[in-house]
């Protein structure tokens, strides 16, 4: 048995929808992460100050008794997104950041931005307040193969976008391709990006060979071997400027099994057990800690957290469930497709 101990881990993309949903899924990054930032798309989304704080007030009542949980919470830009209320968020600690999708890109972002130039004057602001902005990095096109998605959108909206407001602290979201990885380890240090657990792990083929397994299909899609080799790498290699997201997005069973499935990964409940594996698979454990409990903190500008959390390796395969079950219905657990032996070590 072997068991390394962490400072405690947060998660930097994390998705705990609402109602019964989000008390279903919520104690069980609560109980492996002290912080997350959390995304804005909901139905209606969170685009001002009070919609933020009111959300907040819905998670933290979902919080069970005994958990320490801290939601990090960001605003939905639109092209309408009032300046003052964004900086005024930002200024009484009531939001983190500010999240940009490009409208229809993933789910609930049909509200989102369909022209930069319409919200130049809000990441001007930002940039000015220090204001980080968590993009979705695809362009949506029709015309673009869904494979280039990422890729594009870092040569028609991402670069130009930092050439213009050099400024401004971007994270490039749940990245996907190597040209991602090369692109932020060209940039400065106002760039930074999240990787997912299950992009470490999956490829393409997981979704499409031998059948269809739509609780793999997530946006961005998992691109082919030799992207996700490239995000292992980045992932592994200590650079400060990669940490964890893991994007766990859970939907419930029926809405992923159907002829038009929706798009995203729980991965909530294995997902510290499932980087222990991938870590110690390259030779990395030493460096686990930097990628899930360190850099993104320090990107961010916020402390390490002081609690700390043991992961144990156990000598048999340890036995995580196939799904959870929430007031909204069956969520399905992601699967890596490999026995786990690792586990986060309960008091």
């Known amino acids: 048995m072997k068991r390394i101990e962490?400072?405690?881990?947060?998660?930097?993309?994390?998705?705990?929808?609402?109602?019964?949903?989000?008390?279903?899924?919520?104690?069980?990054?609560?109980?492996?992460?002290?912080?997350?930032?959390?995304?804005?798309?909901?139905?209606?989304?969170?685009?001002?100050?009070?919609?933020?704080?009111?959300?907040?007030e819905r998670?933290?009542?979902?919080?069970?008794?005994?958990?320490?949980?801290?939601?990090?919470?960001?605003?939905y830009l639109t092209e309408t997104t009032d300046p003052d209320d964004v900086?005024?968020?930002?200024?009484?600690?009531?939001?983190?950041?500010?999240?940009?999708?490009?409208?229809g890109a993933t789910t609930n972002s049909a509200s989102g931005v369909r022209d930069i130039a319409k919200v130049t004057a809000m990441?001007?602001?930002?940039?000015?307040?220090?204001?980080?902005?968590?993009?979705?990095?695809?362009?949506?096109?029709?015309?673009?193969?869904?494979?280039?998605?990422?890729a594009?959108?870092?040569?028609?909206?991402?670069?130009?976008?930092?050439?213009?407001?050099?400024?401004?602290?971007?994270?490039?979201?749940?990245?996907t391709t190597s040209q991602g990885v090369d692109y932020v380890r060209s940039a400065d240090t106002l760039l930074g990006a999240t990787i997912t657990t299950h992009h470490l792990i999956i490829n393409r083929n997981a979704i499409l060979?031998?059948?269809?397994?739509?609780?793999?299909?997530?946006?961005p899609v998992a691109k082919r071997e030799s992207h996700r080799l490239a995000l292992r790498e980045a992932a592994t290699s200590g650079d400060r400027r990669f940490f964890l997201g893991t994007d766990s997005a859970p939907h419930v069973d029926p809405l992923k099994e159907c002829a038009c499935g929706c798009a995203g990964v729980f991965s909530a409940t294995n997902t510290m057990a499932c980087l222990a594996h991938v870590f110690e698979e390259?030779?990395?454990?030493?460096?686990?800690?930097?990628?899930?409990?360190?850099?993104?903190?320090?990107?961010?500008?916020?402390?390490?957290?002081?609690?700390?959390?043991?992961?144990?390796?156990?000598?048999?395969?340890?036995?995580?469930?196939?799904?959870?079950?929430?007031?909204?219905?069956?969520?399905?657990?992601?699967?890596?497709m490999f026995p786990i032996h690792w586990e986060v070590e309960t008091a």
Do not use: Q
């Not at 060979?209 to 946006?219: D, N």
């Open 6 to 56: 962490i400072r405690k881990p947060d998660d930097w993309h994390l998705h705990l929808r609402d109602g019964e949903m989000l008390k279903g899924v919520l104690p069980h990054s609560a109980a492996h992460f002290a912080r997350a930032i959390i995304m804005p798309n909901l139905v209606p989304p969170v685009v001002r100050a009070s919609d933020a704080v009111a959300y907040r």
């Open 59 to 75: 998670i933290m009542a979902a919080l069970p008794k005994g958990l320490a949980f801290e939601p990090l919470m960001t605003l």
């Open 87 to 103: 900086a005024a968020a930002f200024h009484h600690g009531i939001a983190t950041a500010v999240k940009l999708y490009p409208a």
């Open 123 to 150: 990441l001007e602001r930002m940039a000015e307040i220090g204001m980080p902005l968590c993009v979705h990095g695809e362009v949506t096109d029709a015309s673009i193969d869904i494979f280039d998605r990422e």
């Open 152 to 175: 594009v959108f870092i040569d028609r909206v991402l670069d130009p976008l930092r050439r213009k407001i050099p400024a401004l602290k971007i994270i490039m979201e749940h990245v």
């Open 209 to 219: 060979a031998g059948g269809i397994r739509p609780h793999y299909y997530c946006l």
């Open 282 to 336: 390259d030779n990395a454990l030493d460096r686990l800690e930097a990628f899930a409990s360190l850099n993104g903190p320090a990107f961010y500008g916020l402390a390490p957290n002081e609690a700390r959390m043991t992961l144990v390796r156990r000598d048999e395969a340890v036995d995580y469930p196939e799904k959870i079950e929430t007031g909204a219905g069956p969520v399905t657990l992601f699967n890596p």
